[in-house]
């Protein structure tokens, strides 16, 4: 009898299993790291799950996310996501803009860890400001300025 391939959810379901519930997860068709807020590429070989994890941003994010309480912990896992709407974030994206510094300042080593260190947040990537908050701030800003009648 010839081999029957595995469907991508079943490898998906897999490697959640086996790197743990609280790292990964998946929907059937994406694999989704909660330490990072990213999806990771998967459909083909585990080479690319071994290598987002060696990354030092997953390094750094996973220290960062054992060393908090249960509570925090939680707040990781169900808070700002992507698709979430953050209102720190919000203001971060507005105050890099308004100051006409580039987004992309922020991944800056010193300047990353000064900024979590101080506010106690995660400073989300830029790609993650330029998807989500440049639009709600630039909507802001033109909403800003109009006069009700």
């Not at 990354?55 to 808070?79: A, I, P, T, Y």
Request: glycine letters at 4%.
């Amino acid at each position: 009898m010839p081999k029957v391939k595995e469907s991508a959810s079943v490898k998906l379901k897999a490697f959640v299993s086996k790197y743990g519930e609280n790292i990964f997860s998946t929907d059937g068709r994406i694999l989704f790291c909660k330490i990072c807020d990213v999806r990771v590429a998967a459909e083909k070989k585990k080479f690319t799950i071994e290598q987002h994890m060696s990354r030092e941003k997953h390094k750094r994010d996973l220290q960062r996310f054992e060393n908090k309480s249960s509570v925090n912990l939680q707040q990781m896992l169900l808070g700002d996501t992507c698709s979430k709407f953050s209102p720190f974030c919000e203001k971060l994206c507005e105050a890099f803009l308004s100051a006409d510094i580039s987004l992309h300042k922020l991944n800056h080593p010193k300047l990353r860890t000064f900024l979590e260190e101080e506010t106690g947040k995660l400073i989300p990537d830029p790609r993650t400001l330029r998807r989500t908050y440049i639009a709600r701030c630039y909507d802001k800003t033109l909403g800003g300025g109009k006069r009700e009648k």
